[in-house]
């Protein structure tokens, strides 16, 4: 009976299903955020744990899977073959909950005379189609493409909705995160690199047009909750069902609300419309 005890307490620690605690893994494009709202959240409820830790949109899914987190932060939505694999580890799909909206900016160094670019233009310039600036109004320089790691949400969103689904160009410098994207830029003139927009300090982040033909739109509040910014997205928060109750499910409930959504700004992302927090 002991020896029963004792592998019914690791299991529990390991899923993170005491009383009071709650483990969130996933996204780096989230970190700051998660982490924030953890400690606001932690301040007024002193008897819950929040342990928050990134690694990318795909390892929060894989540790979903594996029951070793509670909440999945993620920068994309979820993929057949991931829901696929939750129903196998519990029985279910998890649940989708939106958290926030962000604008996918686009950076380069702030000496760099280029202002704007439309999708198209991006989309060749990380698949290497354009490989001088001289082709974009800029100067003659190599373009010098900073990209995150495969496992990463944005990486995956970017390739689908600028790239059309086409390969990075082979010379793109993969880095660890959005932070380290932005510092290798504002070290290189000639760079370019991606990442949401909270994490664009230092850089300029470039107009972008949905077309030629379209107006050149900069990822503000106003142009990422209306749409017109032609790169914007979801952040997703996903847990198992059966854990969304109780202390989860109010933490969830109170991230979505009006208090807990007034600090996605002071990070630099932007609230959830209100027609969408019942969603």
Not at 85 to 102: Q, S
Request: glycine fraction near 10%; aromatic fraction near 10%; proline fraction near 4%.
């Amino acid at each position: 009976m002991k020896k029963i005890a004792l592998i019914l307490t690791i299991t529990a620690f390991a899923t993170g299903c005491f009383a009071g605690n709650i483990t969130v893994k996933g996204s780096d494009t989230l970190l700051v955020l998660a982490q924030k709202w953890a400690e606001i959240y932690m301040a007024s409820n002193t008897n819950v744990k929040i342990s928050v830790s990134g690694g990318g949109t795909g390892v929060g899914f894989a540790a979903l899977q594996s029951q070793t987190t509670d909440l999945c932060d993620a920068s994309r939505s979820i993929k057949p073959a991931e829901k696929q694999k939750c129903l196998i580890a519990f029985g279910a799909k998890p649940t989708e909950y939106k958290v926030a909206l962000d604008g996918l900016s686009v950076y380069v160094n702030p000496e760099n005379p280029v202002k704007e670019l439309t999708v198209g233009q991006v989309g060749d310039i990380f698949s290497g189609k354009i490989t001088n600036w001289k082709d974009v109004g800029g100067p003659d320089a190599a373009i010098t493409v900073y990209s995150r790691e495969n496992s990463s949400g944005t990486y995956e969103f970017f390739k689908s909705h600028v790239l059309q689904g086409s390969d990075f160009v082979a010379s793109a410098q993969t880095m660890p995160g959005t932070a380290a994207i932005v510092q290798a830029i504002i070290k290189d003139k000639y760079s370019i690199g991606y990442g949401g927009a909270a994490y664009g300090g230092g850089t300029k982040q470039l107009a972008i047009k949905a077309t030629d033909a379209s107006p050149a739109i900069l990822p503000t509040e106003e142009t990422v909750m209306n749409g017109s910014y032609p790169i914007w997205r979801h952040l997703y928060i996903y847990v198992n069902p059966a854990q969304d109750k109780d202390e989860i499910g109010a933490y969830l409930k109170w991230i979505r609300s009006d208090d807990g959504q007034q600090y996605v700004k002071d990070i630099g992302y932007y609230p959830l419309p209100k027609d969408l927090r019942s969603n």
